[in-house]
Nanobody, 124 residues
Framework: QVQLVESGGGLVQAGGSLRLSCAAS????????MGWFRQAPGKERELITL????????DYADSVKGRFTISRDNAKNTVYLQMNSLKPEDTAIYYC?????????????????WGQGTQVTVSS
């Protein structure tokens, strides 16, 4: 497994931006597809974006498409989530996760490694 540590969360006003980072250690980072999930109070954990092991493919949930951008730097063993035009409904704990499965694997149980999460709060 790969160990993951998120950073960059915080409090921001609606319309603002944040950049989350997820640093990986352990197994070869470039062998994993990486995803960002989020979980709001009382809601299920949802996958909001995914990037392939090479960085060549990305996918986004409709709720964040056009506002969030996922990227990765395999040389630095880090994946990023740039979040722009933030809305109060983006408030959640954000988790990065690693999958050694196929690109079509999108369920939480398909991801074998998780970070501890970082809180993002967007005020109106």
């Amino acid at each position: 497994q790969v160990q993951l540590v998120e950073s960059g969360g915080g409090l921001v006003q609606a319309g603002g931006s944040l950049r989350l980072s997820c640093a990986a250690s352990g197994r070869t980072f470039s062998g994993y597809h990486m995803g960002w999930f989020r979980q709001a109070p009382g809601k299920e954990r949802e996958l909001i974006t995914l990037i392939s092991w090479s960085g060549g493919r990305t996918d986004y949930a409709d709720s964040v498409k056009g506002r969030f951008t996922i990227s990765r730097d395999n040389a630095k063993n880090t994946v990023y989530l740039q979040m722009n035009s933030l809305k109060p409904e983006d408030t959640a704990i954000y988790y990065c996760a690693a999958s050694s499965g196929s690109w079509s694997s999108r369920l939480a149980q398909d991801f074998g490694s998780w970070g501890q999460g970082t809180q993002v709060t967007v005020s109106s």
